[in-house]
């Protein structure tokens, strides 16, 4: 596959289709393998020397990582060598910082979620959070805290009665009722932060609300595909939190059943 790519490149890309054929190859070779230094630097160098430019360079990258996200995806995790597939292609196509950033975050939580399944929280360092004696923090998760508030009112039950016609412009109407006023509730965001997760409690860091919830309170979650919602004895309502990033939902549920068994 390596020296099958190597030939594709040497011959050159003259339109979207051939070039399409060398990111195919291309994400075969590194998918199927482990490059060495020296075929990783041969690649390089026929890349650069046959055509490429800069950003098709960055542009195979880019797709040669998508694949991997892919794959993470179908089997929900990134495991030890699929981590060194992602610094090879870094190295060898130095996507841009900016792209680089939005991709890894979605690999970093697949690679988390693979290594939480093995039984492995790695502690993590959360700026700004002071850590109680032997805590440890191991996930910090951006979410919208939201409340069930009453958002209005509405009249049930209510009858306008019937309208008697006296004479012409003239009528009566008999029978009506104003009804029952009845409060409306629904889920408001109110607060936008992160939802910290240590091995003593639960800390939501917001920008107009703060709480913490000791492990020892809680009674019970409910994982969602886009939020998770935390019930303890505490608190009257249960808490809800929703994800800013749906893909960390099994992550944030299997941390937490982890902390608490």
């Excluded at 003593?200 to 492990?215: A, C, E, P, S």
């Amino acid at each position: 596959m390596f020296d099958k790519l190597v030939q594709s490149i040497k011959a050159g890309i003259q339109d979207a289709q051939e070039l399409e054929a060398v990111r195919q190859l291309f994400v075969q070779a590194l998918s199927d393998m482990t490059l060495d230094v020296n075929e990783m630097g041969k690649l390089y160098r026929e890349i650069t020397s046959h055509g490429f430019s800069a950003e098709q360079i960055h542009e195979l990258g880019v797709y040669a990582l998508r694949d991997v996200i892919q794959r993470a995806k179908s089997d929900g995790r990134v495991d030890d060598a699929e981590m060194q597939l992602i610094q090879q292609i870094v190295t060898l196509t130095s996507v841009p910082n900016e792209t680089l950033g939005e991709l890894l975050s979605v690999l970093f939580v697949q690679r988390r979620l693979y290594e939480v399944s093995q039984g492995r929280l790695t502690p993590i360092t959360v700026t700004g959070l002071n850590l109680y004696a032997n805590e440890k923090a191991y996930w910090a998760e951006p979410c919208t805290l939201y409340e069930n508030k009453m958002v209005r009112r509405e009249s049930v039950g209510r009858s306008h009665g019937v309208s008697l016609r006296i004479m012409r412009g003239v009528s009566y109407r008999i029978g009506g009722s104003k009804g029952q006023s009845m409060p409306i509730y629904e889920d408001v965001a109110v607060a936008q932060g992160q939802l910290i997760f240590t091995n003593q409690r639960v800390v939501f860091k917001g920008d107009r609300r703060t709480m913490m919830i000791m492990l020892r309170e809680v009674i019970g979650a409910d994982p969602y595909t886009n939020a998770i919602v935390i019930h303890t004895n505490t608190s009257k309502q249960p808490l809800n939190f929703h994800y800013v990033r749906p893909e960390s939902a099994e992550l944030v549920a299997q941390i937490l059943t982890q902390l608490l068994a």
